[in-house]
């Protein structure tokens, strides 16, 4: 199986601040990789695919980028509505893995 | 309007079954791949199960040989049969769709909670 791995797993930050989330792949997916916000107590929010596709209804200040094996999610400015638990999935194997999460906390 | 219902959680004991089920409505549940995704308290997400618009399965390992994905095509619904459950099954359980032949997670139900415990 691929494995993902996230990085950092807490993250504090304020409003303004941009932020970077980092997650590497075991081995080599291509673009396959999807990145999902989550808030406490609700289904995960699919927010990018194919490495770097905003999907429609994203605010623009979430990018991501990379390929291969490191990826990243940037969010430009951070906004009060960002605070919650980001996670990477990928897609290029039949089985797909998540990474472990990165909560963006309030500084 | 895309919707995904699951229904079927609660408590069962350890080594006993349970079925999940989703129901969908603004889409065909027949084609599209389709997946379940758990989430234990406080921790990360965990694909569980995939089912192609075709029938072809695939499970996690921690699941597979108890757990069963099916769909009924008439009800438009997504079910997961799970049996010899375990405690470290407890989670909460989402059906998600999958956009096109590529299983990443378009759309989520609102999950529904299966705790094991004696």
């Known amino acids: 199986d691929i494995q993902m791995t996230q990085s950092p797993s807490t993250l504090s930050a304020s409003v303004g601040d941009r932020v970077t989330i980092t997650c590497r792949a075991s081995?080599?997916?291509?673009?396959?990789l999807a990145w999902y916000q989550q808030k406490p107590g609700k289904a995960p929010k699919l927010l990018i695919n194919k490495a770097s596709s905003l999907e429609n209804g994203v605010p623009s200040r979430f990018s991501g980028s990379g390929s291969g094996t490191e990826f990243t999610l940037t969010i430009s400015s951070l906004q009060p509505d960002d605070f919650a638990t980001y996670y990477c999935q990928q897609y290029n194997s039949f089985l797909p893995t998540f990474g472990g999460g990165t909560k963006v906390e309030i500084k | 309007e895309v919707q995904l219902v699951e229904s079927g959680g609660g408590l069962v004991q350890p080594g006993g079954s349970l079925r999940l089920s989703c129901a969908a409505s603004g889409f065909t549940v027949s084609s599209n791949y389709m997946s379940w995704v758990r989430q234990a308290p406080g921790k990360g997400l965990e694909w569980v199960s995939v089912i192609y618009t075709g029938g072809t399965t695939y499970y996690a390992d921690s699941v597979k040989g108890r757990f069963t994905i099916s769909r009924d095509n008439s009800k438009n619904t997504l079910y997961l049969q799970m049996n010899s459950l375990r405690a470290e099954d407890t989670a909460v359980y989402y059906c998600?769709?999958?956009?096109?032949?590529?299983?990443?997670?378009?759309?989520w139900g609102q999950g529904t909670l299966v705790t094991v415990s004696s």
């Open positions: 081995q080599s997916i291509s673009s396959w």
């Open positions: 998600a769709r999958t956009r096109g032949t590529t299983v990443f997670f378009d759309y």
